[in-house]
Nanobody
């Protein structure tokens, strides 16, 4: 099973930007999809965005136009670029992958706090 490690979370002011990284323990070659989710205590985890092996992206309506998912295969890293951050974006952010057997793997998360 792949190990995923997120980084880049922190405190940012409203309107600011932040880029999260997710490094995988092995190549993305065998994954059919990957992406990011987020969770606030007491609420269910929600999908933020997805990236297919073919390069297609899809985003939650709440972040579309502000968040961008990309990947760097040379270092097995997935990114989430966030701009125009709002207090309601405050959450623990998790990356995930889906392999050809439809097995989902999740990282342990990185906390993003949007506050003045």
């Amino acid at each position: 099973q792949v190990q995923l490690v997120e980084s880049g979370g922190g405190l940012v002011q409203p309107g600011g930007s932040l880029t999260l990284s997710c490094t995988a323990s092995r190549s993305f070659f065998n994954f059919i999809g990957m992406g990011w989710g987020r969770q606030v205590p007491g609420k269910e985890r929600e999908l933020v965005g997805t990236l297919t092996s073919g390069g297609s992206t899809n985003y939650a309506r709440s972040v579309e136009g502000r968040f961008t998912i990309s990947r760097d295969d040379s270092n097995n890293t997935l990114y989430l670029q966030m701009s125009g951050l709002k207090p309601e974006d405050t959450a623990e952010y998790y990356c995930y992958t889906v392999d050809r057997l439809m097995m989902h793997s999740w990282g342990k998360g990185t906390l993003v706090t949007v506050s003045s």
